[in-house]
Structure formats: C-alpha cells, structure tokens
C-alpha cells in the first residue's frame, strides 16, 4: 500500500529549485513519485508518494541538501 503525504517547502523562486527538490527527495528509500506546486516568493506544495510514510526527518534533510528548508506539513 503506497502513502502519500505533503510538505511545505521555502525558498524555492524557479524550475532548477523545483528539479533540485524533487531529485533529492526521489532518492529517499520507497519513493515513487515527487509532484510540486511551485508558489514563488512563498511556501510550495510538496507531494511525495511512497511504498510507506516517510520519517520526516528523512525529508527535511533531503530538502536541506537541495537548499531549501521544509516548512510545515499540511494535512
């Protein structure tokens, strides 16, 4: 059964801030896909599909090494 769950994202203003999120997250353990509503100047929909539910902490660390910083979950 796969899960899905969305993320707050800050920081990201173009497509290479997009790219570089979503390719850090894709490379978690059992993630499927990775779809974001980019918001310039704001905090952008993350959405992260995979085999189980993530450890946050696993995430905010993925989006660190992309440059960004994870903001809060939204339900």
């Not at 173009?14 to 905090?43: F, M, N, Q, W």
């Not at 539910?53 to 903001?71: I, K, N, P, T, W």
């Amino acid at each position: 059964m796969s899960s899905t769950a969305t993320y707050g994202v800050t920081g990201m203003t173009c497509a290479h801030c997009v790219s570089a999120v979503r390719e850090e997250i894709g490379e978690l353990p059992g993630v499927h896909e990775v779809s974001i509503d980019l918001a310039v100047g704001g905090t952008s929909i993350v959405s992260v599909t995979s085999d189980a539910v993530l450890d946050e902490a696993q995430v905010r660390a993925a989006v660190d090494e992309a440059g960004y910083e994870l903001a809060d979950r939204t339900p």
